[in-house]
């Protein structure tokens, strides 16, 4: 099945800074990454995603990058916020069947003010 | 829609005690979820339905745990008897069919085994 590998697992950045959050995948199949937030207590929400077929999306203040041939994608969160404070999981899924992402085991992004 | 409405938001139960956590998903989609949250493992998968039907059990821990989909507007895991390893926060998400990979997650149940 597919493993996916998040890093790090804690990060920590003062307000203004930029902060990237790394992932692989293993299953060559998977076409689909979203990247969902999870502010303390809440639950989580999918904020944005990248298929397969595309190399980087953006909105607004994030972007994802995806590289099919190292198996890997990121989240790129520039002039960072105390608000951007929160858990971070990526994930992947592969097409067909079974669409169920895998996800990564969460960073934990300190802003500080 | 009010989204995935997850109940109870928490439960405190003594070692050896049933607990029941229940779980409504959004109307109209055909999937639904069962994850535990650990800072150790992270976002686990459980168990997931579709139409109602289990398809895939394979996270379930061990036999203690137990989850049923009466109908497709009601979901419920149950742990008998509870472990203090199983303090967690356990989340129920849903989604469309064809779009499982888009989930929706509700507010999750904070459980704490003494």
């Known amino acids: 099945g597919e493993n996916v590998e998040q890093h790090p697992s804690t990060l920590s950045v003062q307000e203004g800074d930029s902060a990237v959050i790394k992932c692989t995948y293993s299953?060559?199949?998977?076409?689909?990454f979203p990247w969902y937030k999870q502010e303390l207590g809440k639950r989580p929400q999918l904020i944005i995603d990248?298929?397969?077929?595309?190399g980087e999306k953006k909105d607004q203040r994030i972007a994802v990058t995806l590289n099919k041939t190292a198996k890997h994608f990121s989240l790129h969160i520039t002039e960072t916020q105390p608000e951007d404070s929160a858990v971070y999981f990526c994930?992947?899924?592969?097409?067909?069947?079974?669409?169920?992402?895998?996800f990564g085991r969460g960073t934990s992004l300190i802003v500080h003010p | 829609d009010a989204g995935v409405i997850q109940s109870p938001r928490h439960e405190v139960t003594e070692m050896g005690q049933e607990v029941t956590l229940r779980c409504k998903p959004i109307s109209g989609h055909d999937y639904l979820f069962w994850y535990r949250q650990t800072m150790m493992r992270g976002l686990e998968l459980l168990i997931y339905f579709n139409n109602n039907v289990p398809i895939d059990d394979s996270g379930m821990p061990e036999d203690r745990f137990s989850a049923k989909m009466p109908n497709a507007s009601f979901s419920t895991l149950k742990i008998q008897p509870s472990e203090p390893r199983d303090s967690a926060v356990y989340f129920c998400?849903?989604?469309?069919?064809?779009?499982?990979?888009?989930?929706?997650f509700g507010a999750g149940t904070r459980l704490s085994v003494l």
């Open positions: 994930a992947a899924s592969r097409p067909g069947g079974s669409y169920i992402p895998t």
């Open positions: 998400a849903s989604s469309l069919a064809g779009q499982q990979n888009i989930q929706y």
């Open positions: 990248i298929r397969s077929n595309v």
């Open positions: 299953d060559s199949a998977s076409n689909y």
